[in-house]
């Protein structure tokens, strides 16, 4: 079956400092990937998806940036976080152009900017 | 685009009772439409989707929703909740088919079940 991590589930980060978060997906090749952002009262905005390795496409101009090193590796970056960059940011995949049209989310990643 | 608005941000209910939960969306295309559910620091759970065929489509915990395409409008139902159904529910949709798959989500309607 097939499953998705990402980490760090929480961490607090002072502004102006980098941020790396990961995620990868197993038991599955060639997964669309996304990371989406969720701000209090704002819903879930996309920021970054990709449909295969090193082709990432951005939704938002912003703070942050996405890659993909690896087919079942999805990371968001920023070389300096804004307060604004606080939110609790989840990946999601799913199966490539033939495949079922769902989303499947990540636990999550609490990122808290002072 | 599409775009997709969810009319009630909260909705508090006693336990037991019916609940509605309201989704419109807009679109030039045909859609994709579906219900997720987030319980309080946790990712995104599918409650339920329409892709094609009957309008009235069922779901987990008990939660169905009805496409109406007139009224470019899925709304969630349940006809009895239960404490455990407080969550945060996300109505989504896509345009149907192609190979850049993306879904717009509303804002969320945050339902309370009281006892």
């Known amino acids: 079956s097939q499953t998705i991590h990402q980490w760090p589930a929480t961490l607090v980060q002072p502004v102006g400092s980098p941020l790396s978060l990961e995620c990868t997906v197993e038991?599955?090749?060639?997964?669309?990937l996304y990371w989406y952002r969720q701000a209090a009262g704002r819903g879930l905005q996309l920021l970054f998806y990709s449909v295969g390795i090193g082709q990432i496409s951005s939704e938002v101009p912003q703070n942050l940036s996405a890659s993909r090193p690896q087919d079942r590796q999805f990371i968001l970056s920023s070389k300096k976080l804004l307060l604004s960059d606080s939110g609790f940011y989840l990946c999601?995949?799913?199966?490539?152009?033939?495949?079922?049209?769902?989303?499947?989310f990540g636990a999550g990643s609490r990122l808290t900017v002072l | 685009a599409q775009s997709v608005t969810q009319l009630d941000s909260q909705v508090p209910v006693f336990e037991e009772a019916p609940v509605e939960l309201r989704c419109n969306y807009s679109?030039?295309?045909?859609?994709?439409l579906f219900w997720y559910v987030q319980y309080p620091n946790q990712g995104l759970q599918l409650l339920l989707k329409y892709l094609s065929g009957s309008t009235l489509v069922k779901g987990i915990n008990g939660f169905e929703a009805e496409f109406n395409k007139s009224q470019t409008s899925f709304h969630l139902r349940k006809p009895s909740v239960h404490i455990s159904d407080t969550a945060e529910y996300f109505c989504?949709?896509?345009?149907?088919?192609?190979?850049?798959?993306?879904?717009?989500f509303g804002k969320g309607t945050l339902l309370t079940v009281n006892p």
């Open positions: 989504a949709v896509s345009r149907s088919g192609g190979s850049n798959y993306k879904l717009t």
């Open positions: 038991g599955t090749s060639n997964p669309n």
């Open positions: 679109s030039s295309v045909s859609v994709y």
């Open positions: 999601a995949w799913k199966q490539g152009p033939s495949g079922a049209n769902v989303l499947t």
